[in-house]
Nanobody, 124 residues
């Protein structure tokens, strides 16, 4: 069974930084996509970023490009999201998700495994 465990989010002032982590337990696949999604209050979900275990290729949504950086740990089953220059509109519940056997294009079609989410609040 695959479990995704996100780190605790938090409250940060606009312009500040925060790093989220996600540990994927039981992800016994050679190739998989690890991604971050978010859902802001009253809004739909957004695919924020993704990294492929196969070649390290990454994806960023336009809303976070240049401010957020995704990376994986040495074991590649841990993924980090470094969030800099945070804005109030980044306030959301952030979810880690994984999908085996695909690169990051899968984030637009659905992910098999999801974490429970962690709240990030950016104050103005």
């Amino acid at each position: 069974e695959v479990q995704l465990v996100e780190s605790v989010g938090g409250l940060v002032q606009a312009g500040g930084s925060l790093r989220l982590s996600c540990a994927a337990v039981g992800l016994a696949f050679d190739v998989y996509a690890l991604g971050w999604f978010r859902q802001a209050p009253g809004k739909g979900g957004e695919a924020v970023s993704c990294i492929s275990s196969r070649n390290g290729s990454t994806y960023y949504s336009d809303s976070v490009k240049g401010r957020f950086t995704i990376s994986s740990g040495n074991a590649k089953s841990t993924v980090y999201l470094q969030m800099n220059s945070l804005k109030p509109e980044d306030t959301a519940v952030y979810y880690c998700a994984a999908h085996p056997d695909y690169d990051c294009h899968i984030i637009f079609y659905g992910m098999d495994y999801w974490g429970k989410g962690t709240l990030v609040t950016v104050s103005s």
